[in-house]
């Protein structure tokens, strides 16, 4: 966060040549905001502030939360994800506080990159900034909205669920297309629903239950 107060200022020659000092949150106004998805998370321990000689104020503090996100999972195990974080104050309106994002979304797509791990189940695809005034009672105020978009990465559920459902389905095939006697036909029969049913034990744990639609793949 950056932000001016013009009635923070110094000169620098005045004071041993000190251009900046670091201060707590509570010595001076800071733009209280707030995240509109957010559940759950955990407060930064870092309530300080750098003061900068011409009334510049910044301040980096890291937050881990939760947040709600609806999920399209039509495609699963294909399916590609996007979350929404959006930062408001709903203190102040949008004639005395309006926030903008000092980078581009390409720039902040290159460090959220960096950041991000990238042996998950998920892959980081894409970032863009929306800034908007949302309107509340009469009043607007000023939020800016970062959209994620994340790729879900399926080769673990290639493996696990769909080549073994391959498999089965074309065994099935095969033995009842093939020369083999009635009765072993009905008992392979049953060790393919056998099998199928176990895989579907394994699908219905695999899959989020946040999602009206189900997935193609547990509907065939």
């Not at 009672?137 to 696990?160: A, C, H, Q």
């Not at 008992?187 to 049913?197: E, H, P, V």
Request: glycine share 4%.
């Amino acid at each position: 966060q950056e932000w001016q107060n013009p009635f923070a200022t110094w000169d620098p020659r005045d004071f041993c040549n000190i251009s900046e000092i670091v201060l707590p949150m509570d010595t001076y106004w800071s733009p209280p905001i707030f995240i509109l998805e957010r559940v759950n998370g955990q407060n930064p321990e870092l309530n300080y502030m750098v003061l900068m000689h011409n009334g510049s104020f910044n301040s980096s503090r890291p937050f881990q939360v939760t947040l709600t996100c609806s999920l399209r999972i039509l495609k699963f195990p294909f399916d590609t994800q996007t979350c929404n974080l959006s930062i408001a104050s709903f203190l102040y309106p949008v004639t005395d506080f309006v926030m903008k994002t000092r980078r581009t979304p390409a720039e902040m797509m290159k460090d959220s990159q960096s950041f991000f791990l990238t042996d998950g189940e998920w892959k980081f695809t894409n970032l863009s900034i929306i800034e908007y005034t949302e309107m509340l009672d009469d009043k607007g105020f000023s939020v800016v909205t970062y959209v994620i978009s994340m790729e879900r990465r399926p080769t673990l559920y290639i493996l696990n669920l769909i080549l073994p459902t391959c498999a089965l389905y074309l065994l099935d095939m095969a033995v009842l297309f093939g020369p083999s006697s009635l009765e072993e036909k009905i008992s392979f029969q049953i060790a393919i629903i056998l099998g199928s049913s176990m895989l579907a034990v394994i699908l219905n744990n695999s899959l989020p239950t946040s999602s009206n639609k189900p997935p193609i793949i547990g509907t065939h």
